[in-house]
């Protein structure tokens, strides 16, 4: 297998990936089309290749004609047995694999040999966890890779970190093939060209999706209001002010395959008092602003949306479980978790009133426990600190915050 040259390091996701690298469990690397999933395969092939040169390497793309013949459990377990090498290990690769009907059964069959290394890529999530679940519990570890972090994009772009280049992040987003391109207007008919194949290929396409008008717009409704709360229910009556009519469970249906696709993520409130999770009511952030922004615009009146989006994606990427706070009648805008413990943060365009000081840092306040709580906003605050709540500009949260 020839390894493409001149591939960009991302490190953040080897460290996590490579401990288990020769272990009898599957490797999933789970994400939206075109965060850079195939690229991270060649990675781990490049770091086998240097530890062992005479490696047996198996690598199946499902985007590329030459394994189109591979449509099934049998095709893909026939291909993979003939190549094996007997006593060595094998490490073998498959990109797209939710294109292979009944992959999981193939998979099952090939783990059943300990020289066989499994890694696999998917940008179906709801797929990949349930047929994994079903057929292969506790044989598989799951990655989740995201857009590029902000830091990655200063790093693939060869660009200093200041105001400027943080417009184009927010801007333009983080694919990963956009290094290859001016980060200019015409990038986002790229973006546009990774839009239309995420909402045909992994949404209508994947779930038989006949009402593609009405997807299209609640995908542009959830791109308007990005970090608004919403139910189904509202959504459906807003839809009905512009005559379109979906039923709240046919709403929630389509969102769940937009969730499912990556092409949002979709946040949940957590009662900090009752200690439990509302059924009812959830947030939406998109994988990528700049998809973002070529469903509904870039205008000087979405940067609070994206500020949130931008602070929402940069916690997952760190390996939070993000959830929307709920305290009393007040909300926190995030709390992460992570291995057991938690974090708070409060996200604000600006804090040039007296009255959004105190809103943004006294919400924080009114939580009784003592994990770290941050208020994230576009400009320095004086201090850096109030009452023991940390303030940190966007940039700053975005590169020093692990």
Same mark, same amino acid.
């Given at each position: ?8 390091? #991302? ?21 939206? #089309? ?54 060595? #290990? ?268 105190? #809103? ?43």
């Amino acid at each position: 297998m020839n390894v493409p040259a001149n591939i960009i390091s #991302r490190d953040h996701y080897l460290q996590q990936i490579l401990p288990f690298a020769r272990k009898n469990l599957i490797k999933v690397l789970s994400g939206q #089309r075109r965060v850079g999933k195939s690229y991270l395969l060649f990675q781990l092939m490049q770091h086998i290749q240097q530890e062992e040169p005479s490696a047996s390497i198996i690598y199946i793309n499902k985007e590329d004609l030459r394994f189109d013949a591979i449509r099934n459990a049998n095709d893909l377990n026939e291909f993979v047995t003939a190549r094996l090498r007997e006593g060595q #290990r094998n490490y073998i690769f498959i990109d797209e694999i939710q294109d292979i009907e009944d992959f999981e059964k193939a998979l099952r069959s090939l783990l059943l040999n300990p020289a066989n290394d499994l890694y696999i890529t998917g940008s179906n999530a709801t797929m990949l966890s349930g047929e994994l679940a079903t057929y292969l519990s506790g044989r598989y570890i799951e990655f989740t890779i995201y857009s590029l972090s902000y830091v990655e994009f200063l790093h693939f772009h060869g660009l200093p970190d200041d105001d400027v280049n943080f417009e184009l992040y927010l801007r333009y987003g983080g694919l990963p093939y956009l290094v290859n391109l001016p980060l200019a207007e015409h990038a986002f008919e790229y973006i546009k060209g990774v839009y239309s194949t995420i909402v045909y290929r992994d949404v209508v396409s994947r779930f038989n999706v006949r009402n593609t008008q009405f997807l299209e717009k609640l995908i542009q409704f959830l791109a308007d209001q990005t970090g608004s709360l919403f139910s189904a229910k509202r959504i459906s009556d807003f839809l009905k002010s512009q005559r379109v009519n979906l039923a709240p469970n046919q709403i929630q249906q389509y969102v769940s395959y937009l969730v499912s696709a990556f092409v949002i993520h979709e946040v949940g409130r957590y009662d900090l008092i009752g200690k439990r999770i509302f059924e009812i009511g959830h947030k939406y952030y998109f994988e990528n602003t700049g998809i973002r922004n070529v469903i509904s615009g870039y205008t000087a009146a979405d940067r609070g949306k994206l500020l949130e989006n931008v602070v929402y994606n940069h916690l997952a990427f760190c390996g939070y479980s993000v959830k929307v706070g709920v305290l009393q009648a007040l909300e926190i805008d995030f709390i992460g978790e992570r291995r057991g413990e938690k974090v708070y943060v409060q996200v604000a365009l600006n804090l040039h009133e007296p009255d959004t000081i105190t #809103r943004e840092f006294g919400n924080l306040l009114k939580i009784e426990d003592n994990y770290p709580k941050y208020v994230v906003s576009t400009e320095s605050f004086s201090g850096n600190t109030y009452q023991g709540i940390i303030h940190l500009t966007v940039r700053e949260f975005l590169t020093g915050f692990h």
